[in-house]
């Protein structure tokens, strides 16, 4: 799947893009999939915000059920500007969704589809993914002019392994652009620290600081501006980054977290899966 070089571009910089890894078809029928579902969305029922300040404090309890129910259920978060100072929304429901989660590639058949094959489990192997485990699933919205800013963050910090193997599957739904908010990288930073773990014990969460090495600065960052089909594979400790979308065009993403079976999966992660709802890899 991989040649020696992209291997090799990926041992060293922490991340690597592949263009045209899906086709325009796939991405046609996830982005209808994901617009139906939020459609559906009961905005009276289910108010809740994802918002990355979120993971720093203690949520009111009906918000952090919902959160965590959704571990292993398929559910809609709002965008943190979609309403006014009363709680109204100050756009359409369809343009107020910030993402949808967390176990669409098992639960949703258009998404099931999407996330596994061949490919995808040749890919992984070439990763160093010999038992890849699909944890978790987030089809991102990023609406134009109020979606949010994700701040600095690893992706280990929310799959803790020992050792660490998390890898993360983002697949680009529509252009990514420095105007509606690509990713940014910290090229290489995948050889620093784990700096936060956020955590679980009952139905409390926490993030906490495990190293204080400072996140990059945005001179030492660099863009990740890819078009649509790309995949962009990144390791669980590289430092990465979204800006806010103040354009007027929508940067749809999907994005799979991946660990290797053969690694020990902590018991203090947010999602787990019993003999019920076993976690499954790409085939």
Wanted: hydrophobic share 35%; proline share 5%.
């Amino acid at each position: 799947m991989l040649s020696a070089q992209q291997i090799k571009d990926y041992a060293q910089n922490g991340y690597l893009v592949l263009p045209d890894f899906k086709a325009p078809a796939e991405l046609a029928a996830i982005k209808q999939r994901a617009e139906e579902i939020a459609a559906r969305h009961d905005i009276n029922t289910h108010k809740t915000i994802f918002s990355t300040d979120q993971q720093r404090q203690d949520n009111v309890d009906l918000e952090q059920d919902y959160f965590l129910g959704s571990a292993n259920q398929v559910r809609c978060f709002l965008e943190e500007k979609a309403f006014d100072a009363h709680g109204e929304l100050l756009h359409p429901l369809a343009r107020s969704i910030n993402k949808i989660g967390h176990a669409l590639h098992d639960l949703d058949p258009v998404f099931e589809v999407f996330s596994h094959g061949e490919k995808l489990a040749a890919l992984a192997s070439d990763l160093g993914l010999n038992d890849p485990q699909i944890w978790q699933s987030m089809y991102i919205f990023k609406q134009p002019f109020i979606g949010g800013k994700v701040d600095w963050h690893q992706d280990g910090s929310f799959f803790q392994t020992d050792p660490l193997t998390v890898t993360t599957f983002w697949f680009a739904v529509d252009d990514a652009t420095l105007e509606n908010g690509c990713l940014w990288v910290q090229e290489g930073g995948q050889n620093s620290p784990l700096r936060q773990v956020f955590t679980r014990e009952g139905n409390h969460t926490s993030l906490t600081t495990i190293d204080t090495t400072p996140w990059p600065e945005m001179s030492a960052a660099k863009p990740v501006e890819v078009k649509a089909g790309s995949l962009v594979c990144f390791h669980g400790k590289l430092p990465h980054y979204s800006a806010e979308n103040t354009s007027d065009t929508p940067r749809h993403a999907y994005t799979l977290h991946v660990t290797d079976g053969r690694s020990d999966y902590a018991v203090e992660n947010w999602i787990q899966r019993g003999q019920d709802f076993p976690v499954r890899g790409f085939i």
